[in-house]
C-alpha cells in the first residue's frame, strides 16, 4: 500500500470511527449509568432514520427533520423508560434482555406498519452535496466530512456535560451509587429517565444523520447494535471517552483489516476485541472495581 | 377431516395476517370456509419466506403475486380450494429445519414454496428433496447447488439460479471493450456464485479479473472498498449486492465519484426494486436479468397493472417469480384435476411445463428443474431499468453435479 493510499484509508477508518462512536455513546450512556443492557439501542437508530425520511419528505428539509425528530426521539425515550425500564432496574439484567430485546420486536413491527418494507433514500442537504478530489479518479463526499464534524462536536459536548455541570455530576454520582445519591437528596428516578432519552436520542440522531449515507431499510439496526456493543465493551463499559476511542480502533481495524487481510475481514474487529480484553478486561476506560 | 380447533387455526390464521402484507384478505377468505362443511379438503400451500427485516419486501412481493395468480384462478387448484400456511423465514438458516419440518410433518402441506435465501434453500432441499417429501417450489433463491447436486425430482425452481443473471453479464461487459475488472460482492453463497459465473463468462471473451473484493455478509460500510478500486482503476466493476446493501453500495459508488470513470455492471438485483431508492446515483448502470419491468409483451403489461390495482405497489422480478410460482401450481393441479396424491403425475406436468404467458416472456424447465430462459440486458434511466435486448436467449443452467440432467 503506497503513502496516499494508506492516507485515505486512514480517512476513511476515522470517518467510520466517528460514526460509529456517535452511535455507541449513547449505549454506553445507558449501559454503564443505568445498569441497563440496552438491545433496543439499534432498533432507536433505525426508529430515527426512519423518522428522518419521514420528516424530510414532509418538510423538504433534512435539518427540519433533525429539528422535529430529536425532540420525538426524547419523548419516546422517556415514554419507554417510564412504562417498561423503569421497573426493572432491581432485578436481574436477564430481565433487561428479555424487556429491551421485546422492544427490538415491537419497533420493528411498528416500522413495518408504518413505513412498509421497501427501501428509501434521503436526499443530502443541498449545500453539502460537493465533493473533494482525492486522487484522479476518487473524490470525497463533503457530507461524510461535515458528519464527522457533527461527530466531533457531540462528543465534546457529551464530554463538557458530563464533566463539567451539575447534571453530569449527578449523572456520575447515580452511576457510582445509586442508594447513597437518593440519600442526599436527588432524584435519581429523573435522572435515570434523562439518561435513558438522552441515550435514545443520541442513536435517532446518528440514524437520522447517517440516513442519507445508509439508505433507510427494514431491518437496518440490528446489525449497527451489534458493532456498538463491542465498541463500548472495548472502551469500557460506561465510558464516553472508552467509547470514542473505541470507535476509532474499530474505524481503523474494519478498514484496514478489509484491505489488508480481506480472508478474515468479518472477524478482525472480534479479534481486536478479544486481544484488548486478555489485555483489559474492562475494557480500555472500564473501572477497576 | 377439518378439525375445529380455534387454538390451532385461527392463531395460526392471524400469524399469517400479521406476517403478509395482504394479511387482511388472507384472514377474512379464511375465516367463512373454516366452518364450511363438507366438500373437499382445502389444498395446503406451506409458505416458507422472509416477512421481517432486511428482506421483507422480497417476501411479501412474492406471497402477493402468488396468490394474486390463484386469485385469477378463482382462488383454486384443480378445483379446490386453497388454504395457506405461512411462516417468517427470518432469514435464518439455522431455524429451517425447524421450520421445513413444521410445514412438513405438523402442517402436512401439499406443496411447499420458498425461500428467497440460498443458504435455506440448501437446507430445505436436503430435507425434502427426494421420494418423501412434498412437492417444492423455489420462488426465488438461486443456489446452483438445489439444481445441481442437490437436485431431486420433487425440488422445482420458478426463479433463476445464480449463474444465469450472472454469466450473461461478462461478454456484456467484454463487448462494451473492457478488458480488466474489479469484482465485489458479499462473501456468501449467492455472491460467490454470481461472481465466479460473471468473472468466468469475461474471461472467456478475453478480459480477466484483476481483483475480486468479497465483503462480509452483511456489511454495509464500503468505503474501505471503493477507496481500493480507486487505487487500482479497472476498466469497470462487476458487482453483485441486493436490498439495503445495493441502494448503499450504489449511492456510494456514485459519491466517491467512481461511476463517471469506471463503469458498473452486475447481475440485476443491483438496481431491481431500488433503483428510486438509488436515484441518479444508479443512472446509466447496465445489468443483466431474467425481467424488466417494461417488457414488451401483453402478459407484463396485464400482470403489472394487475398487481398495481391489488396492491398498489409496483411489480418487480420477485413477483414476477411468485406470479410463475402460481401458474405453474395451477398448470400442475388441473393436470391431475386436484388429485394431490398423484404425485408422479404432478412432477411429470411441471417438468413438462411452458409458461408461455410469463410476465418474464415464454420459458420452460429443464432436466434439473430449473428455468430455461431469456437473460435481458438492461439500462437504468429516470430510475426505470430499461431493457436494451437480450444478453442471452433461452439460457439453461450448466446444473453441474446434477444426475437428472
Known amino acids: 500500500m503506497d503513502f496516499s493510499s494508506f492516507l485515505i484509508q486512514a480517512l476513511n477508518s476515522v470517518q467510520y470511527g466517528f460514526l460509529l462512536f456517535l452511535v455507541a455513546s449513547g449505549l454506553t450512556l445507558i449501559f454503564g449509568i443505568m445498569g441497563i443492557i440496552n438491545l433496543a439501542h439499534g432498533a432507536f437508530y433505525m426508529l430515527g432514520a426512519y423518522l428522518a425520511f419521514w420528516l424530510a419528505g414532509l418538510t423538504g428539509s433534512l435539518l427540519a427533520a433533525v429539528l422535529l425528530g430529536v425532540p420525538l426521539m426524547i419523548l419516546i425515550g422517556i415514554a419507554i423508560e417510564r412504562s417498561a425500564i423503569s421497573f426493572l432496574y432491581e432485578r436481574d439484567h436477564l430481565y433487561q434482555v428479555l424487556l429491551t430485546y421485546g422492544l ?116 437496518m439496526g440490528d446489525q449497527i447494535l451489534i458493532i456498538s456493543f463491542v465498541v463500548v465493551v472495548i472502551g469500557g463499559i460506561g465510558s464516553v471517552k472508552g ?47 | 377431516m377439518k378439525k375445529h380447533n380455534p387454538n390451532g387455526i385461527s392463531r395460526r390464521t392471524l400469524l399469517t395476517g400479521a406476517a403478509a402484507a395482504g394479511g387482511i384478505a388472507a384472514v377474512s377468505s379464511f375465516i367463512p370456509t373454516r366452518f364450511a362443511i363438507g366438500g373437499q379438503h382445502k389444498v395446503k400451500i406451506g409458505i416458507l419466506l422472509p416477512y421481517s427485516g432486511t428482506y421483507a419486501m422480497l417476501g411479501n412481493s412474492i406471497t402477493n403475486a402468488l396468490k394474486l395468480r390463484i386469485e385469477e384462478n378463482g382462488g383454486m387448484l384443480g378445483g379446490r380450494e386453497v388454504e395457506y400456511v405461512a411462516i417468517d423465514s427470518e432469514m435464518s438458516v439455522p431455524k429451517t429445519p425447524t421450520n421445513t419440518n413444521k410445514l412438513v410433518g405438523k402442517e402436512k402441506v401439499d406443496f411447499l414454496i420458498g425461500p428467497v435465501h440460498s443458504g435455506i434453500a440448501q437446507a430445505m432441499a436436503k430435507i425434502v428433496g427426494g421420494d418423501q417429501g412434498p412437492i417444492m417450489i423455489v420462488p426465488n433463491a438461486g443456489s446452483n447447488l438445489v439444481t445441481g447436486p442437490l437436485c431431486a425430482p420433487n425440488i422445482f425452481r420458478a426463479s433463476f439460479s445464480n449463474w444465469q443473471p450472472a454469466w450473461p453479464c461478462g461478454e456484456v461487459m467484454a463487448n462494451d471493450g473492457h478488458k480488466k475488472i474489479v469484482t465485489i460482492t458479499w462473501g456468501y453463497a449467492a455472491g460467490k456464485q454470481m461472481m465466479a459465473a460473471g468473472r468466468d463468462n469475461f474471461a472467456e471473451h478475453g478480459g480477466s479479473s484483476i481483483k475480486d473484493i468479497l465483503v462480509p455478509f452483511p456489511d454495509v460500510e464500503f468505503q474501505a472498498h471503493l477507496s481500493e478500486i480507486a ?18 453500495f450504489v449511492k456510494d459508488y456514485a459519491a466517491a465519484g467512481l461511476k463517471d470513470n469506471i463503469p458498473l455492471y452486475g447481475p440485476g438485483f443491483l438496481t431491481e426494486g431500488v433503483s428510486k431508492a438509488q436515484g441518479a446515483a444508479a443512472e446509466g448502470i447496465k445489468t443483466t436479468l431474467h425481467y424488466a419491468a417494461n417488457l414488451d409483451n401483453a402478459a407484463n403489461k396485464r400482470f403489472r397493472a394487475a398487481y398495481k390495482e391489488a396492491f398498489d405497489a409496483d411489480a418487480n422480478v420477485f413477483s414476477v417469480q411468485g406470479y410463475d410460482t402460481g401458474s405453474l401450481l395451477i398448470s400442475a393441479m388441473d393436470a391431475v384435476e386436484g388429485d394431490t396424491g398423484a404425485t408422479g403425475d404432478l412432477i411429470q406436468t411441471l417438468e413438462a411445463a411452458q409458461l408461455t404467458d410469463s410476465p418474464r416472456g415464454a420459458w420452460t424447465m429443464s432436466k434439473a428443474h430449473n428455468p430455461i430462459q431469456d437473460i435481458y440486458l438492461r439500462q437504468v434511466e429516470n430510475g426505470v431499468n430499461l431493457v436494451k435486448g437480450v444478453a442471452a436467449a433461452a439460457l439453461e443452467d450448466p446444473a453441474a453435479g446434477c444426475k437428472m440432467a
Open chain 1, 243 to 289: 467509547a470514542f476511542v473505541g470507535a476509532m480502533l474499530i474505524g481503523l481495524a474494519d478498514t484496514f483489516g478489509k484491505v489488508l487481510l480481506p480472508e478474515v475481514a468479518s472477524i478482525v474487529i472480534y479479534a481486536v476485541m478479544a486481544l484488548v480484553l486478555l489485555w483489559r478486561p474492562r475494557g480500555l476506560f472500564g473501572y477497576t472495581a
Open chain 2, 231 to 248: 487505487n487500482l482503476d479497472p476498466d469497470a466493476v462487476f458487482a453483485f449486492f441486493s436490498g439495503g446493501g445495493a441502494v448503499k
Open chain 1, 104 to 219: 427490538i420486536l415491537i419497533l420493528n413491527e411498528t416500522q413495518l406498519i408504518l413505513w412498509g418494507t421497501g427501501f428509501y433514500s434521503v436526499p443530502i442537504p443541498e449545500m453539502f452535496r460537493g465533493s473533494i478530489p482525492l486522487t484522479e479518479n476518487q473524490v470525497y463526499p463533503v457530507y461524510r466530512l461535515f458528519i464527522s464534524a457533527v461527530c466531533l462536536g457531540v462528543a465534546l459536548g457529551l464530554y463538557l456535560m458530563i464533566q463539567k455541570t451539575q447534571l453530569g455530576m449527578t449523572i456520575r454520582a447515580g452511576a457510582s451509587s445509586r442508594e447513597m445519591t437518593e440519600a442526599l437528596g436527588i432524584n435519581i428516578a429523573r435522572v435515570f429517565a434523562i439518561v435513558f432519552a438522552l441515550g435514545a436520542a443520541l442513536a435517532g440522531f446518528s440514524g437520522m444523520i447517517g440516513a442519507p449515507l445508509s439508505s433507510v431499510y427494514p431491518g
